[in-house]
């Protein structure tokens, strides 16, 4: 495979500084040497001035969990691309359900974080999926494409390589339930048939799509090997050193 793989941490809102550096720290004497995977940390906002330090001149990534899409002003309470470009942050996560679920976000809204962040040399990881309602009605392939549609609408081929795309289907999410290797694979390929449809086959191949969904060390190799399942966002078995480095394993 030509794409290499990418895993993610996603802490959520969980670890206070001193905690998120204790657990940066042992990512970094874990996998901070690992060359052939691309490996990313996303910890809270007030923590990541602190992990950034940590990660500095190792092979781990720091990325944010959201922003907002304007440079700057009234907007109280708000992050902004280069708030986050200025901490050193290579990736942030958008449009993760949490996000859509809790906050009301939008395709819309979430194609303008999108916009900004690639405007800002931010590599957006942008999180599509359906809830269980959608899939047992049969609509899980029209909700993500839809999902995809919107968050990279008006994106050039070029901006597009610059994204990394995260199918994390709702229901495994923090569930312990996980899609089975096949139905992962089955999404993903209609994901990359979406890129392709809107970017052509040759950004399409290149584009890194992660599975996220209570993966955990012990289903990691069986999701990892389907063709179209780039890596991993991971959320739970990011917040233990060992388990990640687990995860970081199972893709080198
Ligand atoms: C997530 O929230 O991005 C996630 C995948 O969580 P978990 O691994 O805990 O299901």
Same mark, same amino acid.
């Given at each position: 495979?030509? @794409?290499? !793989? /990418? ?6 809102? $969980? &670890?206070?500084?001193?905690? =998120?550096? %204790? ?76 996000? @859509?679920? !809790? /906050? ?6 979430? $194609? &303008?974080?999108?916009?900004? =962040?690639? %405007? ?133």
């Amino acid at each position: 495979m030509s @794409r290499r !793989y /990418f895993i993610a941490g996603n802490w959520k809102m $969980n &670890k206070t500084s001193s905690e =998120a550096a %204790a657990l940066a720290q042992g990512v970094v004497e874990a996998v901070g040497n690992v060359s052939n995977v691309d490996i990313a940390i996303c910890p809270t906002f007030t923590s990541l001035e602190t992990v950034e330090k940590i990660i500095e001149g190792s092979n781990v990534k720091l990325g944010a969990q959201n922003m907002h899409f304007e440079k700057s002003g009234a907007f109280t309470g708000e992050i902004s691309a280069a708030m986050l470009r200025e901490l050193h942050c290579a990736y942030v996560i958008l449009g993760h359900s949490e996000r @859509r679920q !809790y /906050f009301k976000e939008c395709d819309c809204l979430i $194609n &303008k974080k999108v916009k900004a =962040a690639v %405007a800002s040399s931010l590599k957006p990881i942008l999180c599509v999926g359906e809830t269980l309602e959608e899939r047992e009605a049969n609509k899980t392939i029209e909700v993500v494409s839809t999902q995809t549609k919107g968050g990279l609408d008006g994106l050039t081929a070029e901006e597009a390589l610059k994204v990394v795309i995260a199918y994390e289907p709702v229901w495994a999410i923090g569930t312990g339930k996980t899609a089975t290797p096949a139905m992962a694979q089955e999404v993903h390929a209609e994901i990359r048939k979406v890129l392709a449809g809107m970017f052509g086959e040759n950004v399409a191949e290149k584009i890194q799509i992660l599975y996220g969904g209570s993966m955990k060390p012990e289903n990691a190799d069986e999701l990892l090997a389907q063709k179209d399942i780039d890596g991993g966002l991971i959320g739970g078995a990011a917040l233990k050193a060992d388990s990640f480095a687990a995860l970081v394993n199972s893709a080198v």
